[in-house]
């Protein structure tokens, strides 16, 4: 459940504060909270889920360089909280470049500008949240029984439970539709609904519906935009069972789709052998093409729907077909290359869907190729490594690729927490100490500039700094390296240091 942002920057103990929207005010009216959280770390990003309002004191943030302040904002916004709050009582300002940056990328960025407790707040707004969360498990449970009452009256036919699903919510709900997303609508009541775009309202919840325990369909509730989109979400959760067992009489999966799902759920239990290379042959997967599997984790409304939208929609355009299975709020994608076209059709892929899930609350990571079918198992747990190790980065990225983080998964797999600390110190090791006495973020900044090609105008770029400021940081690098390391073998050792340091926080600290 949730509650709009308008509605909590107007209510009593957040008012207090004197709230001003500085940058974002036009994604407002769209955002809803999830809940309430306040934090004075810079590095909370990672462990946000998206949805949230987040409350600072303003001293971490206000405190940072101004590289540092842009980064914050945008880690943020990637993560699709519905807004931030920084005290700015006192007379301090959030800067200009900061408000710029917050409006362009559409992150509501509000000015508390009078001091305001934030427990009473937290515990004011996410009182009202569980409030509405219960108020919605008893209207859907209501809706079951009404419609359990109406299966016993008229049978299993599907459209009658549509049809008392759309009255129960009077105008706010235009259409019921039950889609399968490789044939189109099943049934629908209300206005005419479109799959290419086209639809009345737009989809505000959508859940997957399980025939003999496979995903054969989605129940789509589609509506006006002042709907209560939680209580939408909260009654498809609860009615999915009654639905499904309605679709069962008329819907049956296809041996093809039976075979897919039975493909995936081996490789996600890590299976190989002939029965893999027979699933993958039934399901219409050429056994020797070249697979990758990706896995990708959500927050938000309906968050399957939104990946398996964008996954099909690049199918055929980057890879010829995409095979899904989801597992909870996760959804994992065995995609199939075109033998000779495997490389550009991978970056095609990486990029597009960086593109797709930018700033939604929406991460994944990609794993490395493999030859046929036999490796997709692999690819999954390198996919998984990838994600947890570019979470934990400040790449900022919604999609990783596991080719950025070849090191990192080989020194975790491969070297020893002995052997990865002696090379980091002996390549490393005067750099670790000046950043330890002077801070700076050397090491990223080393990193950045590395990964970017020696490239100046490009790393400062990725950092947010003056290219002034980034050969000022350079030079310090260099100095403490011992020189220039372009043109030198050392350039190499750098790499891999720089990547095994950043990979891990503990052997930073131990180092």
């Not at 949805?51 to 914050?72: D, K, V």
């Not at 509000?110 to 409030?131: D, Q, T």
């Not at 005419?192 to 519906?209: F, Q």
């Not at 490789?267 to 020797?288: F, K, Y």
């Amino acid at each position: 459940m949730s509650l709009p942002l308008e509605e909590v920057l107007a209510s009593e103990p957040l008012s207090f504060g004197d709230p001003v929207v500085v940058a974002g005010s036009a994604s407002v009216p769209g955002r809803a909270v999830r809940w309430v959280h306040s934090s004075e770390v810079v590095q909370i990003a990672p462990l946000l889920r998206g949805g949230e309002l987040l409350l600072s004191g303003g001293q971490a943030f206000l405190g940072l360089r101004p590289g540092a302040q842009l980064e914050y904002v945008r880690s943020l916004a990637e993560r699709a909280v519905a807004g931030v709050a920084i005290e700015t009582a006192g007379g301090r300002l959030l800067s200009a470049e900061v408000v710029a940056a917050a409006d362009e990328i559409g992150l509501p960025l509000v000015e508390l500008r009078r001091v305001v407790p934030f427990v009473e707040v937290a515990e004011a707004v996410n009182r009202r949240i569980v409030s509405r969360q219960v108020e919605a498990l008893q209207a859907a449970d209501a809706l079951s029984q009404r419609l359990a009452e109406r299966m016993a009256v008229s049978g299993s036919a599907l459209r009658p439970i549509l049809e008392l699903t759309a009255e129960s919510f009077g105008n706010a709900v235009v259409a019921v539709a039950v889609v399968d997303p490789e044939l189109g609508v099943v049934e629908a009541v209300g206005e005419p609904l479109a799959h290419d775009g086209g639809a009345a309202g737009a989809a505000l919840a959508s859940v997957g519906l399980s025939v003999g325990g496979i995903d054969v369909a989605r129940l789509e509730l589609h509506g006006a935009p002042d709907a209560d989109v939680s209580l939408l979400e909260t009654v498809a959760q609860r009615i999915r069972g009654i639905v499904a067992l309605a679709l069962a009489q008329r819907h049956r999966p296809s041996l093809a789709r039976m075979a897919d799902e039975a493909l995936m759920r081996m490789v996600v239990a890590g299976g190989g052998g002939d029965q893999l290379l027979e699933l993958a042959e039934a399901s219409g997967l050429t056994p020797d093409s070249p697979v990758a599997v990706a896995l990708f984790s959500a927050s938000g409304a309906q968050p399957q729907a939104g990946i398996e939208r964008a996954l099909r929609a690049r199918a055929g355009a980057a890879a010829p077909r995409v095979r899904l299975h989801t597992e909870g709020d996760s959804v994992v994608a065995l995609v199939e290359f075109a033998a000779g076209r495997c490389a550009a059709q991978r970056a095609e892929l990486v990029a597009a869907l960086r593109g797709d899930f930018a700033r939604t609350g929406t991460v994944g990571a990609v794993g490395p190729t493999a030859t046929s079918i036999r490796g997709a198992s692999r690819s999954l747990a390198e996919a998984r490594t990838t994600l947890r190790l570019g979470r934990a980065s400040k790449w900022d990225h919604s999609v990783y690729d596991s080719a950025d983080f070849v090191v990192e998964r080989f020194a975790e797999r491969e070297l020893s927490r002995d052997a990865s600390e002696a090379f980091v110190q002996e390549t490393l090791g005067p750099l670790l100490d000046l950043e330890q006495r002077r801070g700076g973020e050397l090491v990223r900044t080393l990193d950045v500039w590395i990964t970017a090609g020696c490239n100046t105008a490009e790393a400062a770029r990725a950092l947010f700094l003056e290219r002034q400021s980034l050969h000022k940081r350079l030079a310090r690098i260099f100095d403490a390296l011992g020189g220039d390391p372009r043109g030198t073998g050392q350039l190499g050792a750098l790499a891999f240091a720089v990547k095994l340091a950043r990979g891990n926080a503990q052997l930073r600290e131990r180092t």
